[in-house]
């Protein structure tokens, strides 16, 4: 065992001992696969592009969950894992097929969809991205930070390529 997976072991039980108030486990439908994430976070974001709608037949509702040092993934081996773009890709449950995360690979950061956690009392939806491709037959009733398509093209490209469009 490395330094750095002891530590993140170390992490995990001294949260679980002392009770870590953030500390929620998300499970798959078949309950095979589950996810310990260190700190969850409770806000919920709202992604409308195409391919999290063919993904979960409607937009994708998740909360960030950290990197890979602030989750453990149990039963990896069910887990399969699609590249989707450029800069990401997406784990579902090879046994039941439950979306599992989305995983932004230039920060190794992690989004969970929500509802794989059973008790998140103060989730709140605050932002949805790709606002522009939400199709016109649902809308939410929270006010929420709503980014177009380029906005967030703009955003990756700054932040993880170092490219801008001018």
């Avoid at 072991?9 to 001294?14: R, V």
């Avoid at 773009?85 to 784990?91: K, P």
């Avoid at 809308?139 to 177009?148: H, I, M, S, Y």
């Amino acid at each position: 065992m490395t330094n750095e997976i002891k530590f993140a072991n170390d992490i995990f039980l001294t949260m679980k001992e002392k009770g870590g108030k953030r500390m929620k486990t998300a499970t798959c439908l078949c309950g095979k696969v589950s996810i310990e994430v260190m700190d969850v976070h409770s806000e919920v974001g709202a992604c409308h592009c195409s391919m999290c709608r063919k993904w979960g037949s409607g937009p994708l509702l998740t909360v960030e969950a950290g990197t890979a040092k602030n989750i453990r993934i149990h039963s990896e081996d069910l887990v399969s894992r699609y590249k989707s773009s450029e800069w990401a890709e997406r784990g579902f449950c090879s046994n039941c097929g439950s979306n599992l995360f989305y995983h932004l690979l230039p920060t190794d950061a992690y989004s969970i969809p929500i509802d794989l956690f059973d008790d998140l009392p103060d989730a709140t939806l605050t932002t949805e991205v790709y606002y522009d491709q939400k199709p016109e037959y649902y809308d939410f009733a929270n006010e929420t930070k709503k980014l177009t398509e380029a906005e967030i093209m703009q955003m990756v490209q700054e932040k993880y390529f170092h490219e801008t469009n001018e």
